[in-house]
């Protein structure tokens, strides 16, 4: 249970650099947390209802905000651990383009989720194909959602097709 716990918290790490959005040291006062200037309006811990994790298959109380607490700036995040895989749920202002135009990023493959522009890609080190990324469009940004075999599993199913029902059964819990 620790491997899959510290594995997640890599994927996370990751998912922030793959989007294309790293951040850069600054200096001067932090912002306070929360949806100021910068900041995702979406918390996916607040914002999706535990009836919606469980039809897709995450247990409630195994949720994890942040990357072992910590706030990432210009990101919400949130993981939630199922039977067989895990599913993180990232929030950003950063918009598709910045996704699709990450070198880290392959195999994009357009998606329509809730009627929204979406898209499905994969990450260029994952060679084992345990991982797949939605992203979808909202006005302020875009939400990501991963899904992530746990490592030695063979997945059953292929990532994307879980990661785009997934989708389909969260968007309406994500603004527009």
């Not at 914002?47 to 072992?68: N, Q």
Request: proline content about 7%.
């Amino acid at each position: 249970m620790r491997w899959r716990g510290l594995a997640g918290v890599g994927l996370a790490c990751g998912a922030l650099m793959l989007a294309g959005c790293g951040s850069e040291s600054v200096a001067g006062e932090a912002e306070p947390v929360g949806a100021g200037s910068g900041e995702p309006v979406f918390s996916p811990c607040d914002d999706i209802p535990d009836e919606a994790l469980r039809a897709v298959g995450m247990d409630p109380a195994t949720e994890s905000r942040d990357i072992l607490g910590v706030k990432q700036p210009g990101w919400n995040l949130c993981r939630w651990n199922g039977p067989d895989h895990i599913m993180t749920v990232f929030a950003t202002t950063h918009g598709l383009d910045d996704v699709r135009s990450n070198k880290r990023n392959t195999e994009f493959a357009p998606q329509l989720i809730g009627g929204r522009e979406a898209f499905t890609y994969r990450e260029v080190s994952d060679e084992d194909r345990e991982s797949c990324d939605v992203a979808i469009g909202t006005e302020r940004g875009a939400v990501l959602i991963r899904v992530s075999y746990n490592f030695g599993d063979r997945p059953a199913e292929d990532p994307c097709q879980v990661a785009v029902r997934s989708a389909q059964q969260l968007e309406p819990s994500i603004p527009q």
